[in-house]
C-alpha cells in the first residue's frame, strides 16, 4: 500500500533529522516506527499480553508536542546550527542534562526510561 502524508515543518524537520541521524531513507524510517507500535499489538493478539514472552519494552508512545520538540532538537544538530566548538559542547552538555533530568523523573514516578 501507498500512502501520501503531509507533515507539517516540524515532522518534516524531525524526519529529515532521523533520516540523516540513522542514514535511511525517510520512508523506512515512517515504515519502521508502523511496525514498531504493530508487533506489540501482533503478539498480545496471538498469545495474550500476559504470556511470558510477550514484550516488556515496547517503545513509548509521545505526543505530538513531545515530538516536535525533539524534532527541533534534532534539527538544531542536524543543521550544525551551533557556530565554535564550545557553542557545540554546551549545547551538547544542556541535552544531555535535559536527558537525565527526563530519565530522572520517569524513574521517581516509576515510568520507562524516554533516553536509555
Do not use: C
Request: charged share 25%; aromatic share 6%.
Amino acid at each position: 500500500m501507498t500512502l501520501k502524508i503531509d507533515l507539517d515543518p516540524q515532522e518534516e524537520a524531525w524526519l529529515a533529522a532521523q533520516s540523516a541521524q540513522q542514514g535511511v531513507a525517510p520512508k523506512d524510517i515512517v515504515k519502521q516506527m508502523i511496525d514498531e507500535q504493530l508487533a506489540p499489538r501482533m503478539f498480545a493478539s496471538a498469545y495474550g499480553s500476559g504470556h511470558p514472552a510477550a514484550p516488556q519494552n515496547a517503545a513509548p508512545t509521545i505526543s505530538a508536542e513531545s515530538a516536535a520538540a525533539i524534532a527541533f532538537l534534532d534539527a538544531r544538530v542536524a543543521e550544525d546550527i551551533a557556530a565554535d566548538a564550545e557553542t557545540k559542547r554546551k549545547a551538547e552538555e544542556e541535552l544531555a542534562e535535559f536527558k537525565r533530568s527526563m530519565n530522572a523523573n520517569r524513574t521517581a514516578t516509576g515510568e520507562r526510561l524516554v533516553y536509555p
